[in-house]
C-alpha cells in the first residue's frame, strides 16, 4: 500500500475524487464519504452538493432496528458556513451532519479507485465505499461512460446474523421533476425526468439511480411539504420501516427527492455487498463562454456520450450489465501503476493528475474529438481551447489515450492553421466557426511538430503522418515565413529572435533558450519526418537550420552557469518591428523592455530536452553545458520553503511548504525591473516537467524531491491530492508529472520499426507499466530475467534496446522458444507478443 495515497481526520478535509468519464462530468467523492462537486451539467460546479443526495445504512437484527447511519464521516469545515454561500448560518444542512454517521473514517485514494472505510462503536458492521468510473488505456469510449460506479459492503462484527439495508436517495435536479421506478435486465432503478424541456434544449437533463440488488424497495417521490417536511419523513421511515413506503406523485413537482433501498444478509464475521450507478445525461452544449449564434440561437452540439448513450437508463444499464469486466480492466491498469518500483511520490503524482482527465476541465465533442480548458473555476471554464503551450505539458493522454491525442493534432492542423502556417493556439467551438486571431505561440507551434512526430513513432503509423505532412511543414516553415507578422527566424539562420509568444503569457524578444529549445526540438523532429515522407530538400534545410541554432545556443546563450536570453533591455529599438510593442514592454520610467528573462535562471530554459529525452529525439543542449545548468536551475529556483521568498502573484507554495520556482537572478546577476510573469511562483507542471528532465539525465534525488515537495502541497488537510491548480481547478498542465513514468523506466520507442527498448534509472529489480497505441503492459527487470507483458491489445517487436544486460540466453513469447540475436544491449528477434515475452539473461 502507498502510504501517501490514505487519509485521515483533518486530511480528509479538502478531498474530492472526481467519478465520470472523459469529457462526461463528474461526481467528487469526498474525503468522509459524502457526494460532493455536482460537476454534470455541461461546466464546473465545485463546492455543491445536489441537496440531500446521500447514502445510508442500518442494522436490523430479528426484525428489530439497531442503529442507522449516513455513510459519511465527520466533515470539520465552513462549520459556520463557506464564504459565499451564507456565511453565518451554519455548515450547509446537504452535508448530512445533522444525521448519524461515522465517527471512524479513512479514506484510500488511488485513482482511478477511492475507497472509503467507515465504522463506529455504535454500528454492527464496518462499511466500505468503493467509488470508480472506467479508466482503461487504449479503450477511450469506455472510459468516457457519464456514470459513477459505487459498491458497498458491510461486514458484520457482531456475534449474531444481520440485515442490512442500504438506501442511495438523489434529487432531480430540474425545475419539473418526475420520477419513475423501472425495472430492467440489469436491475432496479429510478429515472428521474422532468417536463419543461423537450430533448434539444440546451437545459434537457435526465439521471438515473440504479442497481442491480434484486431485494429492493423504492419511494419514487418524499414528501412535499414545507421547510424540512421530506427529509423528516424519509428518515423516519427509514429508522421507523423495514422498507421504503412507497408514494407518487401524478403532477410533476421541483428538485423532488426518490430513494432506493438494498436489502442485504450477512452471518457474522461475513461481508455482504451491493452495488448503485449513478448516470446522467445533458446532451446538448453551446459556447456559453464566447456565444456563436447563427439566426439569433445558439449553435448547438452533441456531447459524444450522448452519441454513445441514448439516455441514462442507457448508461445506467450498460454499466451495471459490464461492471465485472470494466472493473477488471480499470484495477488492471490501478495495480500496475501503484505496484510498480517508482518512488512512492512519483507513483502519487502521476496517477493523480490523471484525474484532469474525469474532470469537467476536458470534454468530448460530438465526433469523439478531444476538447479541454487549460482548468476550471467553480462555475465556468478557465482559458479555453485546448491551449497548445499549456497542454505541451500533459504527458497522461497520448500514452493513455493515444487515439484522443492524435485526434487533437488532427483537428489544431484542420481549424488552427491560417494559410502561411501560423497556428492559433486556442481552438474555437463549435468548430469551423472563424479561426481565432490573436498571434502565433512559439512553445504551442513547435510543440505541435514535437507532439505529431511522437504521435507517429508511438503508432507506427506512416500512412498518418502522410496524410498531415504538408501541414506539419507549413507550420514548422512558419518560423521563417515573411507573412509571420512576429518574424521568429526571419533570416532563416536557425535562432528565433523576432517576437515570441508563450506560455507565461507574454512575449520574448530575442533569443532565449527555452524557446530556441522548442525550435531546435522541431527541426530535428522535422527532419526526421521529413526524411520518412521522402522529401529530401526539406529534411536538408532543417537539418542545416537546427545545426546553426545549436552552435549559437550553446556558444551564444550559456553563461557558464546557465541558459539565459541574449537581449539588451536598454535598447528600444528591439520594439520598433512590432505594432503597439512599446506601448505594452517599453518601461520608461527604468529605460527598459518589460517581460523579459534577461540574465535570469528560469526553469523550463532546457524544457525541449525534456521533450526529447521523452520522444527519442536525441541532444537539443551540450550534454557538459546541460548537465550544469540543470545542477544551477537546482541550485537557483528550488526553495526548500518559502519564508524568505517574495512572490507578487499567485501562491501555490508558502510559509514551509517546498518547490521550484519560475525564475531567478542569483547573486551577482541583475534583475529586470519588471521580469518576466509569474517569475516568483512556484507552477506544479513547470516542476514536473524539470523534475522529469533532472531525473533523465541522473539527478535522480534531486528531482524526486521537486515531486515531493509539490504533492507535500496536496496532503487533503492543505489541499485536494485530487485537484493540482493553477490557473484554476484540475489544471492540464500538471499531467507533466506523467511523463515521470518512462523517464523512470528509460522507456524508449519507436513503432515505425517496431522497437521498444528499456533502461531504468532505478537499479535493482524493478517493474513498472509501458504504453503504445496498440498495446499497453508491464516491464519487469529480475536478476537473470526482463519480460514484457501485455495486459491489452497485441504488439509486434522486431527490436528491443536493454542496455543493462551483457548476455541473453533465451527468448520466449507467449511460452514459446523463439529465435533471436542480441549484440551491444539490442535483441532482435520477430515476435507478436499477446501475452508474455520472457528474456533469460545476464
Known sequence: MNRRTVYKKEALNEISFPMGGIGTGSIGLGGN?????????????????????????????????????VLIGDYNKDLAGATGRRYGAGLRSASMQGFPHFKNCVFHGEFPIARVDLSDDSFPGRVTIRGWNPLIPLDE????????????????????????????????????????????????FIHFTQTEFDKDSLDYLEMALGTDSKDVSYQEYWYRGSWNDGLERYWRNFTESEKLIPRHYNESGKNDFASLSVHVKADPG??????????????????????????????????????????SMDSACYSLRNWDNLYKKTKAYKDAIFSSSLPVEVTEALASAVSVLKSPTVMRLENGEFYGWEGVWEESGSCEGTCTHVWNYAYALCFLFPRLERG???????????????????????????????????????????????????????????????????????????????????????????????TLDMELFGPSSWLEGFYLGALKAGREMAIAMGDKKAAEKYSELFSKGKAFTDEKLFNGKWYSQDIDLSDKSILEPFEDAEKTYWNSESGEIKYQIGKGCEIDQCLAQWHANICGLGEIFDKEKLHTALKNVYK??????????????????????????????????????????????????????????????????????????????????????????????????????????????????????????????????FNCPWFVSDAWGVFEKKSGTTSLSVKDGEIHLKDIELPYIRKVRSVTCDKKAIPFTFEKGMLSLDATVSDRLVIECV
Open 33 to 69: 464519504g459524502a457526494l460532493v462537486d455536482w460537476e454534470i451539467y455541461n461546466r464546473p460546479n465545485k463546492g455543491t452538493y445536489n441537496g440531500f443526495s446521500h447514502f445510508a445504512i442500518k442494522a436490523v437484527r430479528n426484525h428489530k432496528h439497531l442503529d442507522a447511519r
Open 141 to 188: 469510449d469506455n472510459s468516457s461512460i457519464p456514470c459513477a460506479f459505487i459498491e458497498i459492503s458491510v461486514k458484520n462484527t457482531s456475534d449474531s446474523p444481520l440485515d442490512y439495508y442500504i438506501c442511495s436517495t438523489l434529487r432531480n435536479p430540474t425545475h419539473s421533476s418526475v420520477n419513475t421506478f423501472k425495472k430492467a435486465e440489469e436491475g432496479s
Open 270 to 311: 461475513k461481508t455482504c455487498r451491493c452495488r448503485f450507478v449513478i448516470s446522467w445525461h445533458m446532451p446538448n452544449c453551446c459556447n456559453y463562454w464566447k456565444r456563436y449564434t447563427e439566426n439569433d440561437k445558439d449553435v448547438t452540439w452533441k456531447n459524444y456520450y450522448a452519441v454513445l448513450f441514448k439516455d
Open 408 to 502: 487533437i493534432r488532427e483537428t489544431d492542423f484542420t481549424y488552427n492553421q491560417n494559410s502561411a502556417g501560423g497556428m492559433c493556439f486556442r481552438m474555437q467551438l463549435p468548430l469551423g466557426r472563424d479561426i481565432g486571431t490573436f498571434r502565433p505561440c512559439v512553445d504551442g507551434q513547435m510543440g505541435g511538430v514535437i507532439k505529431t512526430y511522437r504521435e507517429w513513432k508511438l503508432s507506427g503509423n506512416d500512412e498518418w503522418l502522410k496524410k498531415w505532412w504538408p501541414k506539419v511543414k507549413l507550420s514548422l516553415e512558419y518560423a521563417w515565413s515573411k507573412e509571420n507578422r512576429d518574424k521568429w527566424d526571419l533570416n532563416a539562420d536557425g535562432v528565433l529572435e523576432g517576437r515570441q509568444h508563450h
Open 636 to 765: 537557483n529556483n528550488y526553495k526548500k520553503d518559502m519564508r524568505s521568498h517574495y512572490n507578487t502573484f499567485r501562491l501555490f507554495a508558502v510559509n514551509d511548504e517546498s518547490g521550484a520556482v519560475i525564475c531567478t537572478f542569483p547573486k551577482g546577476t541583475k534583475a529586470p525591473a519588471i521580469p518576466i510573469p509569474y517569475a516568483q511562483e512556484s507552477m506544479h507542471g513547470f516542476e514536473y516537467a524539470l523534475a522529469g528532465l533532472l531525473v533523465s539525465e541522473g539527478m535522480i534525488t534531486e528531482g524526486i524531491n521537486i515531486v515531493k515537495s509539490v504533492r507535500d502541497r496536496y496532503r487533503g488537510y492543505n489541499r485536494n491530492p485530487f485537484n493540482e491548480i493553477e490557473c484554476g481547478s484540475n489544471y492540464a498542465r500538471s499531467m507533466a508529472s506523467f511523463a515521470l513514468l518512462p523517464i523512470f523506466s528509460g522507456f524508449s520507442f519507436d513503432m515505425t520499426k517496431n522497437r521498444l527498448g528499456f533502461n531504468p534509472v532505478i537499479k535493482g529489480d
